[in-house]
């Protein structure tokens, strides 16, 4: 019971962060390319993402000292290299928070602002202010949260498909149009990329076996989360389908979606952004010997500082009011 428990925690932390806000885009996807490419693009990428975070789930397994990527190029090819990667990978991270505190900002502000108002800074603030407070308290925190979140998460999809599933038009998964046979590749590579986390959970889990069973687990169950969000959505709204996926869904079904589509897309963002700060203060903490403390504060402050350094006066729009 308690391996399982131990399993379930770490499956939780893995597949909230795959799982993330490129999940609105896959269904507009498949209303171009057609759902048979877009399912077969998940079949064999799948397997490939697997095998490629397998790879790195070995690397960090087999080096017994804590390190995140920059560590482990340290470790293996020698400080140059491991500067290089540093600035890269921090980089990405920090765009990627940053990118998940404005959505997250916007999927707030939708839901609560009619009720409550406030502006689109404060709901930004509240974002940050929620998982900067899990990320400043570690994976343990993280781990519970997410077990909540993921279970939200799938009330709410279910939701969704049963709400939808008398205006489910088999005739939208027929078609298939090769004009757009490139198109998928992308936003599937990324909805499915976890590699970032693996460290972390191999120090959560301990042994190389449940880390590889997290591994495959956490990706195949990503793909069926990913695959019955496309079926419900395209298969629902069909040609209609909106580039975010929500407000063409709510043309079939009501605005009464909108708002579990808001806290849908909040979410999906949240689990991101916490587990991606914990990554970034480790890089910090683990393979530059950053005190923990100010690690936690640099990774969780430096995409609040990017926001007010006028990059909140580009305001995204989920285009779901």
Do not use: C
């Amino acid at each position: 019971m308690k391996q399982f428990f131990l399993f379930s925690k770490a499956l939780a932390v893995f597949a909230g962060t795959i799982v993330g806000v490129g999940i609105f885009g896959l269904p507009y996807v498949a209303s171009k390319a057609g759902f048979p490419l877009v399912a077969g693009y998940f079949i064999v990428m799948t397997v490939l993402v697997v095998a490629v975070h397998l790879m790195f789930a070995k690397v960090s397994y087999g080096t017994p000292a804590l390190h995140r990527l920059p560590g482990y190029i340290g470790e293996y090819l020698g400080e140059g290299w491991k500067k290089l990667v540093f600035f890269t990978f921090i980089f990405g991270l920090m765009g990627a928070l940053l990118a998940y505190l404005l959505v997250g900002g916007e999927f707030l502000r939708g839901y609560f602002s009619t009720s409550f108002g406030g502006s689109y800074t404060a709901y930004v603030l509240l974002f940050w202010a929620l998982g900067s407070f899990l990320i400043l308290r570690g994976v343990g925190s993280i781990a519970r949260a997410e077990m909540i979140l993921q279970i939200i998460f799938l009330i709410l999809l279910a939701l969704f498909f049963f709400r939808a599933l008398p205006h489910i038009d088999v005739n939208n998964f027929s078609f298939t149009n090769f004009k757009y046979a490139a198109f998928p590749y992308g936003i599937i590579l990324f909805s499915l990329w976890g590699s970032a986390l693996i460290p972390e959970i191999k120090e959560m889990v301990g042994s190389w076996r449940m880390l590889r069973n997290v591994i495959v687990a956490g990706i195949t169950l990503s793909t069926i989360l990913y695959l019955w969000f496309i079926v419900t959505i395209f298969g629902t709204s069909g040609v209609e389908t909106s580039k975010e996926a929500i407000s063409g869904f709510a043309g079939v079904l009501g605005d009464g979606v909108v708002r579990l589509g808001f806290i849908f897309g909040f979410i999906t963002t949240f689990t991101s952004f916490i587990t991606l700060g914990l990554t970034a203060k480790k890089v910090l903490w683990y393979d530059f010997n950053v005190n923990r403390h100010i690690a936690g504060v640099i990774a969780t402050g430096l995409p609040l500082l990017l926001f007010f350094f006028g990059l909140e006066s580009k305001t995204p729009s989920t285009s779901v009011k």
